[in-house]
């Protein structure tokens, strides 16, 4: 396309380069967000046991599946205003008018462009997550799903208060209000910290 009064076309004129094919095809391979290993390992394996690994699992397919079907509409609602406003292009008699046409028509076929390439990245979340679905060994009941509550809270608890421990030789106020609130608050690395600082101050202050 070139600029009106001009002989130079236009992305040479604002300096984008020509592409290739090849530059188009590597837009589409890197539609992803999110990894299988990052989906796997940081997202549904950042949980401490298997029904709270299952329950994210879920809640991302749920999600990712939502999202497609809105993206699916959209694309459809998409291509017919560009059908319209190619309608209209093709009436105006005015050229200035009908160029505005085609050019908003333009537009919404980049946008489908855009959404298309989206709905690639989120079609794979989708297939990973599905994968990892396909791995438990059981679907959960919402009942099971809230008894394994206390060992999930148990267990991530615990962890994220040795995390403190090997950070910062103590637990954090706010894990330690947490283990407090979910009746864990007498736990053995606290009473060892404890001990350590006491013995600290005794020797400081002789």
């Not at 298997?50 to 990712?64: D, P």
């Not at 637990?171 to 609130?181: K, Q, W």
Request: hydrophobic fraction near 35%; charge should be neutral.
């Amino acid at each position: 396309m070139e600029a009106k009064g001009s002989t130079i076309p236009m992305n040479e004129m604002i300096g984008l380069p020509q592409i290739d094919e090849g530059l188009l095809k590597a837009f589409d391979e890197i539609q992803m967000s999110r990894t299988p290993y990052q989906l796997e390992k940081f997202v549904v394996g950042q949980h401490d046991t298997e029904e709270q690994r299952y329950a994210q699992c879920v809640c991302e397919l749920q999600i990712k599946y939502d999202v497609i079907r809105k993206a699916l509409l959209g694309r459809e609602k998409l291509q017919i205003e560009q059908a319209k406003l190619e309608l209209k292009a093709s009436q105006k008699k005015d050229p200035s008018d009908s160029r505005i046409k085609k050019i908003e028509a333009e537009i919404k076929g980049l946008e489908i462009e855009e959404q298309d390439r989206a709905m690639k990245g989120a079609l794979r979340e989708f297939a990973a997550l599905y994968a990892i679905f396909k791995t438990f060994k059981k679907q959960y009941t919402r009942e099971e799903l809230n008894e394994a509550q206390p060992e999930y809270w148990q267990r991530r608890l615990t962890r994220q208060a040795n995390q403190d421990l090997m950070a910062n030789g103590r637990i954090g106020v706010g894990n330690h209000d947490a283990l407090r609130m979910a009746g864990m608050a007498a736990v053995p690395e606290l009473d060892h910290v404890r001990s350590v600082e006491q013995k600290f101050l005794k020797e400081e202050f002789k």
